[in-house]
């Protein structure tokens, strides 16, 4: 079976199309600041709908559940990181350059709580969000420059690659959870990840 064809740099989408992506962006935006105004637990679709000058059932078609804005927030972040560390070509060079990524990232989301909240999806959704069995980008990249680095001697002694990149994740994630939002992420994420280091 072979793939789908990529479509064609001259197929212009139809005004339907552009008409669902601006909705759908007006809708994820609204939502975010919704957060960033009740928090996400107490955010109401109905707001969010109101603020997007949509109906609620046009939110629902683009995003099931808060729960999915927040993933979307989460792919969306995660492409930015991933980005910022493709100049890492080594274990050592990426776990130098992940805390300050991360920190960057994540103070460019809006809104106390929201990054917390967006960190927390994996444990709000744990049944069919399992971390290790996701083909996220940054999974992907984690674990290459760990099995590279455990060849090249960079990953601590005892320590399976893919083990460590499924504990280097959970790890910063658990601290980003915990975390008071005045701490000094930068130096609190260095230790964590120099955990992993020969």
Same mark, same amino acid.
């Given at each position: 079976?072979?793939? #789908?064809?990529?479509?064609? @740099? !001259?197929?212009?989408?139809?005004?339907?199309?552009?008409?669902?992506?601006?909705?759908?962006?007006?809708?994820?935006?609204?939502?975010?600041?919704?957060?960033?105004?009740?928090?996400?637990? =107490?955010?109401?679709?109905?707001?969010?709908?109101?603020? #997007?000058?949509?109906?609620?059932?046009?939110? /629902?078609?683009?995003?099931?559940?808060?729960?999915?804005?927040?993933?979307?927030?989460?792919?969306?972040?995660?492409?930015?990181?991933?980005?910022? &560390?493709?100049?890492?070509?080594?274990?050592?060079?990426? %776990?130098?350059?992940?805390? *300050?990524?991360?920190?960057?990232? /994540?103070?460019?989301?809006?809104?106390?709580?929201? $990054?917390?909240?967006?960190?927390?999806?994996?444990?709000?959704?744990?049944?069919?969000? @399992?971390?290790?069995?996701?083909?996220?980008?940054?999974? +992907?990249?984690?674990?290459?420059?760990?099995?590279?680095?455990?060849?090249?001697?960079? %990953?601590?002694?005892? %320590? *399976?690659?893919?083990?460590?990149? !499924?504990?280097? &994740?959970?790890?910063? !994630?658990?601290?980003?959870?915990? #975390? @008071?939002? *005045?701490? *000094?992420? +930068? $130096? =609190?994420?260095?230790?964590?990840?120099?955990? /992993?280091? $020969?």
């Amino acid at each position: 079976m072979s793939a #789908a064809p990529s479509p064609s @740099p !001259f197929e212009r989408p139809s005004a339907r199309e552009i008409q669902r992506q601006r909705t759908r962006a007006r809708l994820f935006a609204a939502a975010l600041a919704e957060f960033a105004r009740a928090g996400f637990d =107490n955010a109401s679709v109905a707001e969010i709908a109101r603020a #997007a000058d949509v109906s609620r059932p046009s939110f /629902y078609f683009h995003f099931p559940t808060k729960e999915h804005v927040l993933l979307e927030l989460q792919w969306r972040k995660e492409l930015d990181l991933v980005e910022r &560390l493709q100049g890492s070509h080594t274990l050592r060079e990426l %776990l130098a350059a992940l805390p *300050d990524a991360i920190a960057d990232v /994540y103070a460019s989301i809006e809104g106390p709580g929201v $990054a917390r909240d967006m960190v927390m999806i994996y444990a709000r959704l744990p049944e069919y969000l @399992p971390l290790a069995e996701q083909p996220f980008p940054l999974v +992907r990249l984690l674990e290459r420059r760990f099995t590279e680095g455990a060849q090249r001697g960079e %990953l601590r002694a005892g %320590l *399976d690659p893919s083990q460590a990149t !499924f504990l280097c &994740l959970t790890s910063v !994630f658990g601290y980003l959870i915990a #975390a @008071p939002p *005045d701490a *000094d992420h +930068r $130096a =609190n994420l260095r230790a964590v990840v120099g955990l /992993y280091l $020969a």
